[in-house]
Nanobody, 121 residues
Framework: QVQLVESGGGLVQPGGSLRLSCAVT????????MGWYRQAPGKERELVAG???????NYADSVKGRFTISRDNARNTVYLQMNGLKPEDTAVYYC???????????????WGQGTQVTVAS
């Protein structure tokens, strides 16, 4: 029904930039919150940034001022612009979307497949 396709990960040097994209496809009625989590080896998955359909955004303290989340509602796509990357940003990044597949359906969270971001010199 709802599928999320991520792209944009890779290897970058400290101080560099990457832009992640996540497109929501399939059949759905509406999308509310979209955003990104990440999971580093041996650590729990943590919220990086989220944005609601009305525009408010939130960020983890560790990425404030460096990462920017945005969304294109016409394309059902969410982006994460990551600047000033640090080795501690290395992780698998997962996008998510809280969507309803019909007017009477409840909101359900769907996840992307994950994309690896590695920050190393």
């Amino acid at each position: 029904q709802v599928q999320l396709v991520e792209s944009g990960g890779g290897l970058v040097q400290p101080g560099g930039s990457l832009r992640l994209s996540c497109a929501v496809t399939g059949s759905f009625f509406s999308i509310n919150v979209m955003g990104w989590y990440r999971q580093a080896p041996g650590k729990e998955r943590e919220l990086v940034a989220g944005t609601s359909s009305g525009g408010p955004t939130n960020y983890a303290d560790s990425v404030k001022g460096r990462f920017t989340i945005s969304r294109d509602n016409a394309r059902n796509t969410v982006y994460l612009q990551m600047n000033g990357l640090k080795p501690e940003d290395t992780a698998v990044y997962y996008c998510y979307a809280d969507a309803r597949v019909s007017f009477i359906d409840v909101t359900r969270r769907s996840w992307g497949q994950g994309t690896q971001v590695t920050v190393a010199s």
